[in-house]
């Protein structure tokens, strides 16, 4: 496992917004393959890492999908997982999730969802709590995000997941399986954030550009599963860093109903809170 660590960066947006994706991971913690002989379709591609590095060119002809997330945090030897649902819109580049987060992280077994906004260059929660109030919404740059919004959401925003895997190296072909009742081909390696960044859609290349700079290496493993389409149905990336501790993060996407249609409306400047947010 590589062990990957934020640098220091000014500015309390991005500190105070960094708690939910590892902030909770810390305050939980605290307190307690075929032969050439088969059918050409069971045969491994020429070259894996250039399949892989195309998946998120096949969504984008995809249009929109259905999303599940789920990020898994461990340290001192206690997990936390946030849950995630919504939808992605490919096209447009945005996208709606509904992040549960486990009772244990908030201290109150009632505590609402989070709903989560997509948007280039920018990530909408209401419900944030730390002092938000319930009818207002934070809006968080991710370019200034030390991860990009890779992990600080509570979930990897599945664009991002895609755009990510544009930096895939070293990358072995495991072979066929499938997933939610489709066939799918399993790849796995590793992927370099600063590559991906460099060949990422615009939407999408500030948020990896900052990561790449937030991070002290690159290199992100992964495991990754394209339908016979080229089409991302599920992918598992795994990041550590070292934030009071060593923090192990494994976040994974799943995407289905493709074509269902996305309908992501950001907040009114005025519903978008300008106070102070707790650490």
Known sequence: MVVHQHRRRRGRAGEAVLVLGVGLAVAATGGCGGDGGGRAEDRPPAD??????????????????????????????????????????????????????????????????????????????????????????????????????????????????????????????????????????HYRGTTDIGRAARSASPEVKGALEAAAKGFSTDTVPFDVYLDEEGRMRKVRHRFSYVNKGVIDVSSTTLLYGFGTPVNVVLPASGDIYAGKIAE
């Open 48 to 185: 894996a890492a250039a399949v892989v590095r195309g998946a998120a060119d096949a969504l984008a002809k995809t249009g929109s999908a259905q999303a599940r997330t789920a990020m898994e945090m461990a340290t001192g030897g206690t997990r936390v997982t946030i849950h995630g649902e919504g939808g992605v819109d490919f096209t447009k580049r945005m996208g709606q999730l509904l992040v549960m987060l486990p009772a244990d992280v908030t201290g109150k077994p009632g505590h609402r969802p989070i709903t989560e906004l997509l948007a280039p260059g920018a990530l909408y929660m209401k419900n944030r709590g730390a002092g938000v109030p319930d009818d207002k919404w934070v809006r968080v740059d991710t370019t200034a995000l030390p991860d990009g919004n890779l992990v600080t959401g509570g979930a990897t925003d599945p664009l991002a997941a895609a755009e990510l895997l544009r930096g895939a190296q070293e990358v072995t072909y495991v072979g066929e399986t499938e997933v939610a009742g489709t066939k799918v081909r």
